[in-house]
């Protein structure tokens, strides 16, 4: 179907079931779940997995990413990590592909005594909510891991923190949709009245469907006739992301997913299966979308100080993308009036909230009621009501 697939003229009937709009890890992840229920499934995207999920580590961190006062986030992620294994494991065997699931424990570092505070208190908290967080001394933390230097000066461990390789993970969704998926950009949902009733693209094609799904991440925005409850509240946040061959000299580096905090900066260090270190991340909301020079210095600096044999590494990728941030970095997914739908905002938590998002998602496609578990958070229309309210 993919380059081919027919553009129905208006009045012909929907050929599809449902479009998705946009084949990132959320638009690939949601297919495959309607697919399962028996929907005909047509995703549109030019450049299929190159957008914020193509820079993504691919941590699985429902305890290290806990931060203050985001209450409504927490059980979103702590449910999504719970169903990964399973998932992961499904795709895996129904593509034949490995993504790269690992389930070892991560080791969250401090760089200073300030930064030991903080993760301290930070651990109390992801404590108090009944996950899995054990405070080591430096000592302990160099044994699990010998190349950490004399700047990782402590550390917690989070053995319910995993990582899968989401390059892999999209390769393995794309290996299942291929046929489905059509190269191309949507510029417009078309209505009759206020039904959706299917897209237009780039070249004037158009495509009618009894359901369309909105999960092009920060592209959702640019599309003509998309409401506001779905584009208005998404902001990017860009982050500079590297990938570092290890020589083999020095293999295994590392073996699980090194977090620190130096000087009050976030810094991470992912292995991969193949030889190579994700390292990452900044949060820049500036107007840079391409790699940030001075991120990138910083990146390096805070991770040679946990890590001092990463300036023996070999940079083999620099990589900037924008990750789409809503206003309380929950993301938004439900129905938005009849025939559309939305699935986005998942901010720096995307991969991690693929499999319960890709349900999430399939229900407001399918009409079904939506989970009373987190309805309310991820509710759409949450930030537009409240302005309306307020007014
Ligand atoms: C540097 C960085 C590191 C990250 N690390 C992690 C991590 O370790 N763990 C984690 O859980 N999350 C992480 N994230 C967040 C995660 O990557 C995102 O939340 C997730 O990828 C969002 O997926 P998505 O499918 O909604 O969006 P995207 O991956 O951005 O996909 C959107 C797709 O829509 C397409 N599109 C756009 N406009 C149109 C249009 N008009 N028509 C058709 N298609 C269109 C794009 O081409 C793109 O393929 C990270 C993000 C970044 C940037």
New binding site residues.
Partial sequence: MPDHAPATAPGDGPDHDVII????????ATARELLARGRRVTL??????????????????PVAEVVWDQAPLYPLMVESGRRYRGFAAAVAAESGRDVGYLANATLVCAGDAADRRHLLELAGLQSRLGMAVQPITAGQARRLEPALGPGCVGAVSLPEDHQVD?RRLCAALLDLLGPRVRR????EVLFDGERAVGVRLAGGAVLHAAEVLL??????A??AGVPAAAAAPLRPV????LRLRVPERLRPLLTRTIRGVVHGRPVYL?PRADGTVVL??TSREDDLAGVSAGGVADLLRDARRLVPAVADLEIVEMI?????GSPDDVPVIGRLGPGLSV??G????????TPLGAALGADAVCGADPDPRFAAAVDPNRFTTRRNRSR
């Avoid at 030019?46 to 193509?54: E, L």
């Avoid at 998942?346 to 909230?353: A, E, M, Q, V």
């Fill in positions: 709009v946009g084949a990132g890890i959320i638009g690939l549109v995207d030019p450049d299929p997995a190159g957008g914020a999920s193509r820079a993504a580590a691919g941590m699985l961190a989401p191309d950009r949507v510029t999960a092009a991440g920060l592209g959702t640019g599309i860009h982050g500079d992301v992912v990452g991340a900037a993308r924008a990750r789409p699935s986005g998942y901010f720096r938590h995307g991969i991690l909230l």
